[in-house]
């Protein structure tokens, strides 16, 4: 070595024992620290540490500790959660191109709050699930909804009232997971099974117990019924629904993809801007989510 490559060598160890003894370098390297060492690295086998042990006893001692406790945190290692089924209590059933909900094996959903969630024929809800925000809107007798989709309905009532010279009226909106039992069966029962398939939801599978649909009619009826596509009131619902943050669920032209017939009445709240576009892409929400139902 040089003489002179030997005096920088000389000057460049000083430097350092300085850095050292000020504690300056102490501070650079756990900050150094903490940007590179992994969760799974210990603090005791970096380098940093080594030299920082160097540095005044007090200062080390209090930030190797700090070090330490962040750097054995490990991450939780989230498992992939495996989807639970219902399954079909029969074997594959077809109605006139409309499944029997029996046959399906249908994905638990456990709502999250969302509105935005699917329910259909191949994703059900469980028994117990109530919505925890129901509450009763103007113009529905006693009927609830869930609160953000009951605001939208009475600002939607207001506009069409305004608009149309009549309101709307909810004779349907939040439905129990016994109730809508019941109303599968008596449809199986008094009409017929294809009946029920293509108009009726089975237990577990319908939107109503999301508290986020609603079946709808002109003020003053309190009938469900194909007409309300006919009145003023339908026809302004079906074009004006959306800015309000409704869809019409189940049209004519999508009822291979979500599982039903044509419903002029039954309407979901999914928000304006999930509503506005499917509106604006004439899509069901089975297509959105790519989800249609399985043809055999
Ligand atoms: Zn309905």
Redesign the pocket.
Known sequence: MSKKYGRYFTRLVTLLCLLIATGTFTIYANSLHDRIAPVSVKADVMPSDQLAAKATEESTEATTTEATTESITEAPVTPTPEPEYVEPIMKEAWYNGYSDPRSVRAEIVIPDGSVTVLVNKYYTLTEDYVPDDLVNPKHAGEQKLRKEAAEAYEKMYDACKEEVGQGIYLI?GYRSFSLQKTLFTRSMNKRSLAFACKRNAYQGR???QLGL???ISPEGSTVISDDFGKTKVGQWVDNNCHKYGFIRRFQGQWSKETGYDN?A??YRYVGVELATYLTEHDMSLEAYYDKCQVMP
């Open positions: 349907s319908s939107e109503h649909a609603m079946d419903e009445w039954h």
